[in-house]
Nanobody
Framework: QVQLVESGGGLVQPGESLTLSCAPS????????MGWYRQAPGKQRELVAS???????NYADPVKGRFTISRDNAKNMLYLQMNTLRPEDTAVYYC????????????????WGKGTLVTVSL
């Protein structure tokens, strides 16, 4: 059973920084593309940033230049460094990953974490 566990959320003031982590656990062969999504109250879940296994990144326009996604393939860890946080960044942040379960099959299964709450407020 694969699980993605996010950590690092909390309450910060505007302009401050926060780093989120995502730790996959369970039996798997490898992890392909990983990403961070967020869902604000009353809004749909949206992509924040994604990163391929090779390190190619993609960012949503609202976070470009402020957020940095990274991963450690040896540890299967995913990170999101969030700088210059704004009140509109307030949301539950979710980790997402496409996981190859078996060495003998290229089939990818998509997994979600349960989310970690980030609140940006005075």
């Amino acid at each position: 059973q694969v699980q993605l566990v996010e950590s690092g959320g909390g309450l910060v003031q505007p302009g401050e920084s926060l780093t989120l982590s995502c730790a996959p656990s369970g039996t798997m062969f490898s992890i392909n593309t990983m990403g961070w999504y967020r869902q604000a109250p009353g809004k749909q879940r949206e992509l924040v940033a994604s990163i391929t296994r090779g390190g190619n990144t993609n960012y949503a326009d609202p976070v470009k230049g402020r957020f940095t996604i990274s991963r450690d393939n040896a540890k299967n860890m995913l990170y999101l460094q969030m700088n210059t946080l704004r009140p509109e960044d307030t949301a539950v942040y979710y980790c997402n990953a496409d996981i190859q379960m078996l060495r003998t099959s290229t089939y990818l299964r998509n997994y979600w974490g349960k989310g970690t709450l980030v609140t940006v407020s005075l």
